[in-house]
């Protein structure tokens, strides 16, 4: 019977219309499905802001060893860091969504079974109230400021969170939410929440740890204490119930759960570091003004040295209050990176006395003396002077301005390297007056000192601290010398490398201004004595007292050291030898405690030389010159001459009147004169220590020395050399000269630059650098010369 009613079915056309109607069906289903699917994520594909959008986030600053220095707060005076997911540890994601929403990944916003058991339970059964909110409206309340206490709010609520479902993934609702939620008091998200209670980024949680931060949004107010370190037995009841499901969704082991057994420790927010605060906030300053807002800066300070810096100024200012000297700033850089590694804007941060949260070491203050190395370099580079080079500290006048010494009084004649150590100031303004191009003024603007007045406004007692300086401006400047005349920006953030930076003084002027500095007498007599390493230090003290400066460099290291007050009060205890010395000299032996140093000057360039000098006049010694020493000169540079202090006199036996004629010596006798100026002359009156007078050899013009000049042999004269790069035996001139017996020592000259010296008797190279006619000139150590002139052509 069946098989007849199925075959008048299928004659009937009952199966084909059955399966067109499966097959409507189905298509109308899809295409529903497809309808509700465009609705549901096309919003996805038009552009939305980010979720953390709106959001205010706080600054935090780690040492270089990943330590946290600082937590300053958002400004809405929350704590708050965003975390992306990648970042945030699977345990904790698990552990969240356990306890706040298990069916997260499958709901559409709501959870209407929650809903309406939070409802029944709160409203109903009239127990504790319940909410039946997801992650995805507890996003939408806390984004949104929602007032979920009313229906009206409740129901705001559930349309927002399927707003944010259709325009967000739920990775990004996820990750939203974990960093919206609160974790106690003022304490909002996992990365700002982890790092606080637990001194750590949250990929680095333990077990423990995850789970202790996961119970805390649901009851923020109550499980987290302010007055307590340790975890209340509320948030361990509700950690350690958390754990019990944990375990029984997600493999743990016994240790791990033997850990849930002992008291846990939360940092409170009064317990955060504090550390470097002038630093941090100029820091923070300087992303202000630039627009930036980073969440986590990694700065180049190291904690031991920056402890080590803290504490030798905080002791040192306890130890000089009473004289009036309470407030310091020092600085310490790297040099070969130019990172900043310690800093300290004043002795006490919170002493309102002293005005402790000014940074001192970003005000303008009079350096004194201290820039006086750079006069001094930029002389050195410009041909005007040698270390031993004889300067006048004579009472001088430019002008008019008549600048005087910090002692009041003279030293008379005295070298350039004894000048600088003993910070006269007649010689730094000479010096200061014969630069060009560039002079100090422009030296200082192309090293970027701000805030500079106009050069009228300084002129000349800019050599004297007429200008102000920044304690991290003068640290840039000494860092210059030690990085071979480069100035390079200083380094702040680890992320950050110091520039190529500009060349403001030559590799040799730089190498030589800093061996200059190493012979100042050092405070610290008793470690100079054993310590091979040199320290380049200068000293600098304001007019009126005011300020009292040390800077220099200590191996690797440029330091910065500055006495004053920021009221800008005198007080004659402030000398920069006397007060800022000693704190830099300390700081400078704790430095060769903690650290291996590295003396970065060791290394002579090599296009110096060493050539020996008559002391009293800083020029190439004769054999008449008493004292003599030896001094770096820069060949082609340097301002290389024969002696003329020290000069022989044939003397009348019988008139006591010099010979004006050579040709009868037979009752003469060579007397040794030294020649000075007038001036010179008369402060050696004055000090007590009278010259004899050489004698007036008016009547006789110039008096001939005794003895045959010398006479060159090579160079020929007016011939033409071509000098043949491609050959190495054919790039050099050969001089040599006849010389008389009584000379020692011949000096070659190629115009005027020196080329060197040679013994009687002995040959002389010269590798000529450019083509052109020279004249040659060839000086004996008494004083006769000779003359050639000679062409120079270079061929490939």
């Known amino acids: 019977m069946f098989g007849r009613i199925g075959e008048s079915a299928k004659q009937a056309g009952f199966y084909p219309c059955v399966l067109r109607r499966i097959g409507s069906f189905l298509s109308n289903a899809a295409a529903i499905a497809a309808i509700a699917l465009t609705i549901i994520y096309l919003p996805r594909l038009f552009p939305k802001e980010p979720l953390r959008e709106g959001l205010l986030f706080s600054a935090a600053y780690f040492d270089s060893e990943g330590a946290l220095m600082r937590l300053i707060l958002a400004k809405d005076d929350r704590h708050r860091l965003w975390t992306p997911l990648s970042k945030t540890p699977r345990m904790l994601i698990d552990a969240t969504l356990l306890r706040e929403d298990r069916y997260f990944y499958y709901h559409p916003g709501f959870n209407p079974f929650s809903l309406i058991r939070g409802a029944w339970v709160t409203y ?17 309340r806390m984004r949104y400021g929602l007032n979920t206490k009313t229906i009206g709010g409740k129901l705001e609520q559930i349309a927002r969170s399927i707003w944010l479902e259709m325009r967000y993934s739920k990775d990004e609702i996820l990750e939203a939410y974990l960093n919206y939620a609160p974790y106690g008091r003022n304490i909002e998200g996992i990365g700002a929440a982890s790092l606080i209670y637990f001194d750590k980024p949250p990929g680095e949680l333990a077990l423990t740890e995850a789970l202790t931060l996961s119970v805390i949004p649901q009851s923020p107010t109550i499980r987290v204490d302010k007055n307590t370190s340790y975890a209340d037995g509320r948030l361990l009841e509700a950690r350690n119930e958390l754990f019990k499901a944990y375990r029984e969704r997600f493999k743990t082991d016994d240790d791990e759960a033997a850990l849930f057994t002992l008291p846990i420790k939360l940092r409170r927010i009064e317990e955060l570091p504090f550390r470097a605060p002038h630093f941090v906030e100029a820091l923070a300053r300087e992303d202000y003004m630039a627009g930036r807002s980073p969440q986590v800066i990694q700065t180049t300070i190291e904690p031991d040295l920056q402890t080590l810096l803290e504490t030798h100024i ?12 309470n407030n310091a700033a020092a600085v310490l850089v790297d040099t070969r990176n130019m990172r900043i590694i310690a800093a300290v804007g004043s002795a006490n941060y919170f002493d309102d006395a002293i005005s402790g949260r000014i940074n001192g070491l970003s005000i303008k203050r009079s350096p004194g003396s201290a820039l006086k190395p750079f006069i001094y370099a930029l002389a050195i580079d410009q041909g005007i002077i040698h270390p031993q080079t004889v300067l006048k500290d004579v009472p001088s006048a430019f002008g008019t301005y008549e600048p005087e010494n910090f002692d009041g009084g003279f030293m008379g004649p005295l070298s350039a390297r004894q000048a600088l150590i003993k910070s006269r100031n007649i010689p730094a303004v000479y010096l200061t007056n014969k630069l060009n191009n560039p002079d100090f003024y422009d030296f200082l603007k192309r090293a970027k000192i701000s805030k500079m007045a106009s050069r009228e406004h300084y002129g000349l007692a800019l050599a004297l601290g007429g200008g102000e300086v920044t304690p991290l401006e003068t640290v840039k400047l000494y860092a210059l010398l ?25 590799r040799e002027a730089s190498f030589i201004a800093l061996d200059m500095l190493s012979s100042a007498p050092r405070v610290d007599a008793i470690t100079a004595e054993t310590d091979a390493l040199p ?12 300020d009292a400066w040390c800077a220099g460099a200590v191996g690797q290291y440029a330091l910065v050291v500055w006495l004053g007050n920021f009221d800008n009060g005198s007080n004659p205890a402030l000398v920069g030898g006397e007060r800022a010395a000693p704190l830099f000299f300390t700081i400078a032996r704790a430095l060769r405690a903690t650290r291996k140093l590295v003396d970065l000057n060791r290394a002579v360039p090599p296009t110096i030389k060493k050539v020996d000098v008559c002391l009293s006049s800083g020029d190439l010694a004769t054999a008449w010159c008493k004292r003599r020493a030896k001094t770096w000169f820069i060949p082609g540079v340097s301002p290389i001459k024969v002696d003329t202090v020290y000069r022989p006199v044939w003397i009348d036996k019988t008139a006591q009147k010099p010979l004006c004629s050579l040709n009868d010596l037979s009752n003469a006798r060579l007397e040794v004169f030294e ?17 004899r007078e050489p004698p007036d050899m008016s009547a006789c013009g110039d008096q001939p020395i005794a003895g045959t000049p010398p006479s060159i042999s090579s160079p020929l004269k007016n011939a033409t050399y071509a000098i043949r790069l491609s050959k190495p035996n054919e790039r050099r001139v050969i001089f040599s000269a006849a010389s008389d017996a009584d000379a020692q020592t011949l000096y070659w000259f190629a115009g005027d630059e020196f080329i060197g010296s040679a013994k009687r008797g002995e040959l002389l190279s010269w590798e000529p650098t450019k083509s052109g006619r020279f004249t040659i000139r060839v000086i004996d150590d008494r004083g006769r010369s000779d003359t050639r002139e000679m062409k120079v052509e270079i061929v490939g």
């Open 124 to 140: 109903v059964k009239g127990g504790s109230r319940q909410g039946g909110s997801t992650l995805t409206m507890q996003l939408a």
């Open 314 to 325: 905080k002791n040192y200012a306890q130890r000089n209050a009473s004289i009036g000297v």
């Open 482 to 506: 030690a990085n071979g005349g480069i100035l390079k920006e200083l380094v702040k953030r680890t992320d950050e490398k110091a520039e190529n930076g500009e060349r403001l003084l030559s």
């Open 535 to 546: 320290i380049y230090w200068k000293t600098g003290t304001s007019w009126g007292f005011r």
């Open 675 to 691: 020649f000075y100026t007038s001036d010179i002359l008369a402060l050696f009156r004055r000090a007590g220590l009278p010259k």
